[in-house]
């Protein structure tokens, strides 16, 4: 398992493994299970739920894998997929209206694409380094958080311009990204010595705390009280 399960509106059990996505009842009984996508290859790739109950995986990474955006039925058969090269280096994340975010990657470029609902590209934000394994965040405003391994947090608007950047004091690989209810983002690095931030809407440092931890940090999202 290699990310955190989710549980759908009707109570099945989504988990990611190195290989498949798998469904189970509350109970433990298998219900289905995509064995051919390979997602993301022993990091997070964490499922996410519409309001509608379709399922939308970020996908690809393996030899034969089917790399992109995959939507699923709730009874686990493919709805659409939406083809990148490369792999997928995110969770997904769904906004209020619906769109979809999730990140891919691959030896020349890594991005940022927004998706709508029927699977059609809204648009896509390139970044100068790679975004390794990110939580997506999203505020009630509709600004997304990602952060990037050259240092920085990226706040992205709806329309998929750069709202404003956070120079971090190292790579922001495997960041978490969560806001409170004042549009506070805190975000933290997952790799070498651990810190968490809060950074205001404008994109100032509120705060930071720092974890005296050398090897592989914090991979969990802070908790909103």
């Given at each position: 398992v290699v990310c955190s399960p989710v549980i759908t509106s009707n109570n099945a059990l989504l988990?990611?493994?190195?290989?498949?996505?798998?469904?189970?009842?509350?109970?433990?009984?298998?219900?289905?299970?995509?064995f051919g996508t390979y997602i993301i290859h022993g990091h997070d790739s964490t499922p996410a739920e519409g309001s509608d109950g379709t399922i939308y995986q970020n996908g690809g990474g393996?030899?034969?894998?089917?790399?992109?955006l995959h939507a699923y039925n709730p009874d686990g058969t493919l709805k659409w997929s939406f083809p990148m090269p490369g792999s997928g280096v995110s969770?997904?994340?769904?906004?209020?209206?619906?769109?979809?975010?999730?990140?891919?990657?691959?030896t020349t470029a890594d991005q940022l694409h927004a998706v709508s609902p029927t699977g059609n590209l809204l648009w896509s934000f390139p970044f100068p380094d790679h975004i390794?394994?990110?939580?997506i965040g999203t505020s009630p405003d509709g600004?997304?958080?990602?952060?990037?391994?050259?240092?920085?947090?990226?706040?992205?608007n709806p329309d998929g311009s750069l709202k404003w950047r956070f120079l971090a004091d190292?790579?922001?690989r495997g960041s978490?990204?969560?806001?409170?209810?004042?549009?506070?983002l805190l975000t933290a690095h997952a790799y070498y010595h651990s810190t968490h931030y809060a950074i205001n809407p404008n994109g100032s440092e509120k705060w930071r705390l720092d974890f005296d931890d050398t090897h592989h940090g914090m991979s969990q999202a802070s908790i909103i009280g």
């Open positions: 988990i990611n493994t190195r290989t498949s996505l798998y469904a189970f009842s509350p109970n433990g009984v298998f219900l289905w299970g995509d393996g030899p034969q894998s089917l790399s992109g969770s997904v994340s769904i906004a209020d209206n619906g769109t979809i975010y999730f990140a891919s990657g691959d390794d394994f990110q939580h600004t997304i958080f990602i952060g990037c391994n050259d240092y920085y947090v990226y706040a992205i190292l790579e922001m978490t990204n969560v806001t409170d209810r004042n549009g506070v």
